[in-house]
């Protein structure tokens, strides 16, 4: 508080003598911003030396060295982090599980990373597939992957309007059916968030 007031204070008188400076026409500029060399009438004039750069830096230059040892428990803190805070030490992962399809381990709560390489494998030849079999001819109807054996079992009309892209192999195992299939829930006609039904 005590501060803040000198400080205003300061400033405040800082500005009433550079309106009196103004008011006198005797407006200087601020210290050591500029500086100011007299010739004096009838000196002999000497030649000015070359400039030099050892004129300016004299014996060297001054450095911001550090004016304190840090202890070693700050060392410590920057190196390893502290335990409150942020720690920066490895710490083992707890949260790893087996999968149950392949055996290998991963994180909690993402997909194993060995049985998803399959999915990305099989997505990647059924989209070239795909390319191959559109080329570049526009889309305008309902394009359908199909696997050997898939296209006998219903009938021709059920096919009529779509486009047919057959894999040369058998699904994988894994790979249901069920995953190709279009939703048959009904899209939602209210807007509320909470459930409004539930008594």
């Known amino acids: 508080m005590a501060g803040s007031l000198l400080i205003r204070i300061n400033v405040a008188i800082q500005r009433l003598e550079l309106a009196i400076a103004s008011v006198l026409g005797r407006r200087f500029p601020p210290d050591g911003v500029c500086l100011a060399g007299v010739q004096l009438e009838g000196a002999v004039s000497t030649p000015k030396p070359a400039f030099s750069l050892k004129d300016i830096v004299g014996d060297g230059f001054l450095w911001g060295v550090p004016t304190a040892r840090r202890t070693i428990e700050r060392r410590l803190k920057r190196k390893f982090g502290d335990p409150k805070y942020v720690l920066k030490i490895l710490k083992p992962a707890s949260n790893i599980r087996t999968c149950n399809v392949c055996g290998d381990d991963h994180l909690a709560g993402v997909l194993c990373p060995t049985c998803y390489k399959k999915v990305i494998d099989e997505t990647k030849e059924m989209q070239e597939t795909i390319q191959n079999e559109l080329q570049l001819s526009p889309v305008e ?16 009309e059920f096919w009529e309007g779509k486009r047919i892209v057959e894999m040369q192999k058998p699904r994988p195992p894994w790979f249901s059916k069920n995953l190709l299939q279009q939703t048959t829930q009904q899209p939602a006609t209210t807007s509320d968030v909470k459930p409004s039904d539930l008594g």
Do not use: I
């Open 141 to 156: 109807k309902e394009v359908v992957v199909l696997y050997q054996g898939e296209k006998d079992g219903k009938p021709d």
